[in-house]
């Protein structure tokens, strides 16, 4: 059978989006790893399925999958572009504000015109427990072995966990190794995606980001939004920051505990097609 699906990207982060409103299709894992092959299949960095809600307060539910065929509890350019599809579906009129279902919870987002999107991505969890980190207390900074360094990170969840590093040179050589290790570190139950951060000024960071189930990519909108939020939190950013990113910037607001906090950024359809899945499989 032909699993049709579109290709969409944020700053470069991209997915596979498939249509589940009226049936999903289960893949299995390595079905899932086959469609994201690069060389031999389409290609994404997370598979996206939009489906029924779940929660009746909802509009619609979607499912998240790393390219390793791991799930996933949120994605920030994903929700983007899950935006965007259901606008080009005809269920999201510019200009809405809709809430949607992810694997984390609901989220609420917004089309400020058919390719930008600005997201609530709900409060920042820095609760180790919540995370999930091992940890005795939530802290600001954490001494963390990794490899033969000894890193300071910061942790938080956006929905999924995220260990933030800041740097003085995103060039490193260094990053490579670490960015690995980080994602994988045992503290982290569920593993991590590792944000390595260079503050510019107070409302100026770039970022890079090695994501668990799907190694480095060129943008994260949830590492955005935690590198964002772990130094909001140690009281070293302003409560707007353009995070810069290798695929480009994104918009992260927030003021503080107690509030929600919202990215705004792009998303874009690159093709839709056909991919052939082999009889019986799915």
């Known amino acids: 059978m032909q699993l049709r699906f579109s290709k969409m990207h944020g700053l470069g982060n991209d997915f596979v989006v498939l249509d ?43 499912g998240i999958w790393n390219a390793d065929g791991s799930p996933s509890g949120q994605c920030g350019n994903g929700v983007r572009c899950v935006a965007a599809w259901l606008h080009r579906a005809g269920e999201l009129a510019i200009g809405d504000n809709v809430r949607i279902e992810s694997p ?17 991505m709900g409060e920042p969890i820095f609760e180790p427990a919540r995370i999930p980190f091992e940890a005795a207390w939530a802290a600001d900074r954490y001494a963390l072995a990794v490899g033969d360094d000894i890193l300071e990170i910061g942790a938080v969840s956006m929905g999924n966990p995220h260990a933030v590093t ?9 990053l490579q190794r670490l960015g690995p290790l980080l994602s ?29 189930g799907a190694g480095w990519t060129l943008a994260c909108g949830t590492g955005a939004c935690a590198a964002m939020a772990v130094l909001h939190q140690r009281g070293e950013v302003d409560d707007r920051v ?7 910037a994104l918009q992260i607001d927030w003021a503080g505990p107690g509030h929600a906090l919202w990215m705004t950024g792009p998303a874009a359809f690159a093709f839709e097609g056909e991919w052939p899945v082999p009889a019986g499989d799915a």
Do not use: K
């Open 242 to 248: 353009r995070v810069e990113l290798p695929g480009g």
């Open 166 to 174: 800041v740097v003085r040179d995103l060039a490193s050589p260094a």
């Open 20 to 62: 589940g409103r009226h049936g999903a299709l289960r893949l299995d894992v390595a079905q899932i790893r086959a469609l994201a092959d690069r060389h031999t299949g389409v290609g994404f960095d997370q598979l996206l399925s939009v489906e029924p809600a779940r929660d009746p307060s909802c509009a619609f539910y979607y």
């Open 184 to 212: 994988a570190h045992p503290r982290f139950a569920r593993q991590a995606n590792a944000g390595f951060v260079l503050p510019v000024d107070r409302s100026h960071l770039r970022l890079r980001v090695h994501e668990r």
């Open 104 to 120: 984390s919870g609901p989220v609420t987002v917004r089309l400020l015109d058919a390719h930008e999107v600005t997201v609530d």
